[in-house]
Nanobody
Framework: QVHLVESGGGSVQAGGSLTLSCAAS????????MGWFRQAPGKEREGVAV?????????YYADSVKGRYTISQDNAKTTWYLQMNSLKPEDTAMYYC??????????????????WGQGTQVTVSS
C-alpha cells in the first residue's frame, strides 16, 4: 500500500520561500508520476509540479509556478520535495503530494493519481 506523508508547510510573507517534503513508501513499478497539487478554498484541486519516476525524471510545472517552484527527489526515490520561492498570496492553499500511474505525467490531472497524502497548509501573507 502506498503511503505518502507531507511536511514543511507553514506561514510566510510574500516573497518568501518554503520547502515541502513528501515521504513515500510502498511505491511500485506502476507509479509513473509523483506530483504536488494544491487546493485553495472554493477552488478545484490543481497540479503545480510533477516528476516522472522514470530514468529521465522529467519535470512539469503549472504556468503559474514556473520559475518559482522546483520539484526534486532524493537519490533513493523515497522523498520528493517542492521548493517554493518568491511566494505570492495566491499560492495560499493546502498542498498535497500524490502518486499516480498515468502514462503522461505532463497532464497533471488529479484523476490520474490514486494515492494522496494528508496535505500540508501553505499560507502566504501580503
Amino acid at each position: 500500500q502506498v503511503h505518502l506523508v507531507e511536511s514543511g508547510g507553514g506561514s510566510v510573507q510574500a516573497g518568501g520561500s518554503l520547502t515541502l517534503s513528501c515521504a513515500a513508501s510502498g511505491l511500485t513499478y506502476s507509479t509513473r508520476c509523483m506530483g504536488w497539487f494544491r487546493q485553495a478554498p472554493g477552488k478545484e484541486r490543481e497540479g503545480v509540479a510533477v516528476m516522472s519516476t522514470g530514468r529521465r525524471g522529467s519535470t512539469y510545472y503549472a504556468d503559474s509556478v514556473k520559475g518559482r517552484y522546483t520539484i526534486s527527489q532524493d537519490n533513493a526515490k523515497t522523498t520528493w520535495y517542492l521548493q517554493m520561492n518568491s511566494l505570492k498570496p495566491e499560492d495560499t492553499a493546502m498542498y498535497y503530494c500524490a502518486a499516480g500511474s498515468d502514462w503522461d505525467c505532463s497532464k497533471m490531472a488529479p484523476v490520474g493519481y490514486g494515492f494522496w497524502g494528508q496535505g500540508t497548509q501553505v499560507t502566504v501573507s501580503s
